[in-house]
């Protein structure tokens, strides 16, 4: 519950971003971001909130763990669980697009 | 350890993805022996109390629509859990966020209570979604937990061990390291601001045991790609118009000053606990079972005792038919334990 995992911004609506989480997309509430977002941008996302935009220099090593964790982990992981949980916790698109 | 020079030497993390980071990938195989890194409350659903369980079991059984986070659902109050209520037909919706909780609200014209579970990180969410607006029927039953005064409580238990704190990455996202400071002036013991990798907890464990042992009482932030000395101003902003701490209770631990976050009077048109007269007398009637009270929770989450240590782990209390909350939920250090062993020997399998 005090994970947060990073996503890809995909397009910006005042204050709902779609968010690419690993070729999910869902969106997430950007209240209370403290730095201005843009398309393109990584963000950390906790129970469907931005909370802090990463910066590029620092993506990739953010990345690496995740991208192990989603790979590896089979279906009882704790800790995998938890990151799928927080990229369920993002709003689906009206219109039903998470590609 | 060598240079420190005394052993053991205990260190507390607050944060149960921290214990699955260190469970999962077997880092404790890799740290000195003598070396004890202890999991504290860091397991919001584990450190939520048995009235705030009740309130919302009360609020089910009565009819009311009950969304929460998926974890706390299995979590016993004093008598009975919401999933008890559930299979006698009350309604809990799991969410993943309390977004979803809204838009589930917005579908009906009936009431709907979110059970807010988590520590700031979270509660952030809730506060900036009252900001936001709710519909009518939406009201929050809070049960948020503020982090910083439960080190508090750690440090001076008479007998606790612990020299040293390692503070969760992403909660610290929001308050910012500075605001250990107090803490570490208050009580002399150094805190390190650690994420969740496995280098990034093995880099702040060892930058933790070098202000240890230089005897520097300091906070060190070791994740500064995330976390920054002042944190997410707009995020407090928010959190801290809706929310005020109060003193409560976190489940086995004890009496925390300043450890609830509780809505404020002016949201009290969204809080469930004046919208809705809850009784607690009947679940408080059904005595505890005399498992519930061998289970040790609350010394493992002191840092007193290790799951190894209570004489339900594994036997009365498993993941499939948890005692304490510590074996609910998948930040409690119980069930980590369960799925990944707590102290693996190299070369050898966890236990499953």
């Given at each position: 519950m005090c994970l947060g995992v990073p996503g890809r911004v995909i397009e910006i609506d005042g204050l709902l971003a779609t968010v690419d989480f690993w070729g999910v997309r869902r969106q997430v509430r950007l209240?209370?971001?403290d730095e201005p977002v843009a398309p393109g941008d990584y963000v950390l996302n906790h129970v469907g909130f931005a909370i802090r935009r990463i910066h590029e220099s620092e993506i990739e090593t953010t990345l690496a763990l995740y991208e192990e964790l989603l790979g590896a982990a089979?279906?009882?992981?704790l800790l995998a669980a938890d990151v799928r949980g927080e990229v369920a916790a993002g709003g689906k698109r009206r219109d039903g697009d998470e590609r | 350890m060598e240079q420190i020079g005394r052993e053991p030497l205990a260190v507390m993390h607050v944060c149960g993805s921290h214990e699955q980071a260190i469970a999962r990938f077997g880092l404790r195989a890799v740290?000195?022996?003598?070396?004890d890194v202890v999991m504290g409350p860091g397991c919001p659903v584990c450190v939520t109390d048995v009235p705030e369980i009740d309130e919302a079991v009360a609020l089910a059984q009565a009819g009311v629509r009950v969304a929460t986070y998926g974890d706390i659902v299995r979590v016993p109050g004093s008598s009975r859990s919401l999933a008890d209520a559930q299979a006698d037909g009350a309604r809990i919706e799991v969410v993943y966020s309390v977004t979803q909780a809204v838009e589930l609200a917005r579908a009906s014209d009936e009431p709907l209570v979110f059970f807010a579970t988590g520590f700031e990180t979270t509660a952030v969410a809730t506060a900036a979604t009252l900001l936001a607006g709710t519909p009518p029927g939406f009201s929050v039953l809070s049960a948020h937990k503020y982090i910083p005064p439960a080190m508090e409580i750690v440090a001076e238990m008479p007998d606790t061990r612990v020299e040293g704190f390692l503070a969760a990455g992403h909660a610290a996202t929001i308050t910012?390291?500075?605001?250990?400071e107090a803490f570490v002036a208050r009580h002399g013991v150094p805190v390190v601001v650690a994420g969740f990798e496995p280098l990034d907890v093995l880099a702040g464990l060892a930058r933790l045991l070098e202000l240890v042992r230089d005897r520097r009482p300091e906070v060190a932030n070791m994740y500064p790609r995330c976390v920054t000395?002042?944190?997410?101003r707009a995020a407090q902003e928010q959190l801290w118009r809706v929310f005020r701490p109060i003193g409560g209770c976190w489940r086995g631990i004890a009496h925390v000053p300043n450890g609830n976050l509780r809505l404020r009077d002016e949201w009290a048109h969204v809080d469930a606990r004046r919208r809705f007269d809850i009784d607690l007398a009947p679940l408080r009637a059904g005595a505890p079972s005399g498992l519930l009270r061998q289970c040790r929770c609350g010394d493992i989450m002191a840092g007193?005792?290790?799951?190894?240590?209570?004489?339900?782990?594994?036997?009365?209390?498993?993941?499939?038919?948890?005692?304490?909350a510590c074996m609910v939920s998948s930040e409690g250090t119980c069930r980590i334990w369960t799925q990944y062993g707590g102290h693996p020997d190299l070369g050898t399998e966890p236990a499953r």
């Open positions: 209240d209370v971001v089979d279906e009882d992981d | 740290l000195p022996p003598a070396l910012g390291a500075d605001v250990f000395r002042t944190g997410n007193l005792a290790r799951p190894s240590d209570c004489a339900l782990f594994g036997k009365a209390c498993t993941a499939d038919s948890p005692v304490g």
